[in-house]
């Protein structure tokens, strides 16, 4: 007879369809597939990087709309004299309600067997549930953004003969500066279609160190102008179709604030989107969700200014 091995070695899965089913019944596999699918650049939790935590349903927070100064001017306080008081002025209170924002798709046996490699079908299933979601948070968040930030400041034609474009960002970084709330201006926000016309324009060309690899005639990308980090995002996204210019304070503009507490059964990804998954064994389907619970706050509407008359690109 002859000898076993002892402990007997753990079962084990063959086969693709028996694996793929299996990653589909587990979140926690489900939740490393969505970590590597974030292949579309989207830019709310950029944009509103600080996070704020939501308590039934919403989040109370304060407006920053108010000088960091109290409301007298200092005085000079002779020997033994008393101080005299001030009161600090505070923001304005608000309250923002989180929603729940998701949709729902299928995936057939049948897609599964049928796509080549058998996974594939999976990964797309997984890409377009997670980027339509994510879509729409981006599209909510720069709506929120846009409307607070009603400060404008008109600049050059980007897209005419005669643009200035480092011009037009430094005088935005001074009027956010000039503010004297402690803002200093780290980012700018512009459309795919205007971004092309900053990584070519010949005067900023000029200023740039040309024998290096990181110059965007190599490698096609401006990442900081400036001093800022450079945002981009399609034109369909922003609020009305509008092409302007935005230079803001990414660590005081505001946040998104997620209802955090996980429910049974979801995948979390990296950007907040939540995934689950159901068999429905009398459709020979995959019914597949997403959603992320959230709500844009803008909490320093003075923490950004918009550059107006820079073209449509």
Same mark, same amino acid.
């Given at each position: +007879?002859?000898?076993?091995?002892?402990?007997?070695?753990?079962?084990?899965?063959?086969?693709?369809?028996?694996?793929?089913?299996?990653?589909? #019944?587990?979140?926690?596999?489900?939740?490393?597939?969505?970590? #590597?699918?974030?292949?579309?650049?989207?830019?709310?939790?950029?944009?509103?990087?600080?996070?704020?935590?939501?308590?039934?349903?919403?989040?109370?927070?304060?407006?920053?709309?108010?000088?960091?100064?109290?409301?007298?001017?200092?005085?000079?306080?002779?020997?033994?004299?008393?101080?005299?008081?001030?009161?600090?002025?505070?923001?304005?209170?608000?309250?923002?309600?989180?929603?729940?924002?998701?949709?729902?798709?299928?995936?057939?046996?049948?897609?599964?067997?049928?796509?080549?490699?058998?996974?594939? #079908?999976?990964?797309?299933?997984?890409?377009?549930?997670?980027?339509?979601?994510?879509?729409?948070?981006?599209?909510?968040?720069?709506?929120?953004?846009?409307?607070?930030?009603?400060?404008?400041?008109?600049?050059?034609?980007?897209?005419?003969?005669?643009?200035?474009?480092?011009?037009?960002?430094?005088?935005?970084?001074?009027?956010?500066?000039?503010?004297?709330?402690?803002?200093?201006?780290?980012?700018?926000?512009?459309?795919?279609?205007?971004?092309?016309?900053?990584?070519?324009?010949?005067?900023?060309?000029?200023?740039?160190?040309?024998?290096?690899?990181?110059?965007?005639?190599?490698?096609?990308?401006?990442?900081?102008?400036?001093?800022?980090?450079?945002?981009?995002?399609?034109?369909?996204? +922003?609020?009305?179709?509008?092409?302007?210019?935005?230079?803001?304070?990414?660590?005081?503009?505001?946040?998104?604030?997620?209802?955090?507490?996980?429910?049974?059964?979801?995948?979390?990804?990296?950007?907040?989107?939540?995934?689950?998954?159901?068999?429905?064994?009398?459709?020979?389907?995959?019914?597949?969700?997403?959603?992320?619970?959230?709500?844009?706050?803008?909490?320093?509407?003075? #923490?950004?200014?918009?550059?107006?008359?820079?073209?449509?690109?």
């Amino acid at each position: +007879m002859p000898l076993q091995t002892y402990p007997p070695a753990p079962a084990t899965l063959s086969g693709d369809l028996l694996t793929i089913n299996r990653l589909l #019944a587990n979140p926690a596999l489900i939740e490393r597939r969505l970590k #590597a699918l974030d292949d579309i650049g989207f830019i709310a939790d950029e944009l509103l990087p600080a996070r704020f935590r939501t308590s039934g349903g919403a989040v109370q927070y304060e407006i920053n709309d108010q000088p960091l100064f109290t409301n007298r001017s200092v005085t000079a306080v002779g020997p033994g004299s008393e101080y005299p008081r001030a009161l600090p002025q505070s923001g304005t209170a608000a309250l923002a309600a989180v929603s729940k924002w998701g949709q729902a798709t299928e995936l057939t046996d049948e897609r599964i067997k049928r796509s080549i490699p058998m996974g594939n #079908a999976v990964d797309w299933a997984l890409r377009v549930l997670s980027n339509t979601v994510t879509q729409k948070i981006d599209r909510l968040a720069i709506a929120a953004f846009a409307s607070a930030v009603t400060d404008t400041l008109t600049a050059s034609d980007w897209t005419g003969t005669t643009p200035k474009m480092l011009l037009d960002v430094e005088k935005g970084k001074a009027r956010v500066a000039g503010r004297e709330m402690g803002y200093r201006a780290d980012t700018i926000l512009i459309t795919d279609a205007k971004y092309a016309y900053l990584a070519s324009d010949d005067k900023i060309a000029t200023l740039r160190k040309r024998e290096t690899t990181d110059n965007p005639v190599y490698g096609g990308v401006i990442d900081r102008i400036a001093g800022l980090k450079v945002l981009t995002t399609p034109i369909a996204n +922003m609020p009305g179709g509008t092409d302007d210019v935005w230079v803001f304070d990414s660590r005081a503009i505001g946040g998104m604030a997620d209802e955090a507490n996980l429910d049974p059964g979801y995948a979390t990804a990296e950007n907040g989107i939540q995934v689950q998954t159901r068999r429905v064994p009398e459709r020979d389907v995959w019914h597949m969700w997403g959603r992320r619970i959230t709500v844009p706050v803008i909490t320093d509407p003075l #923490a950004g200014v918009k550059l107006t008359g820079t073209g449509t690109a």
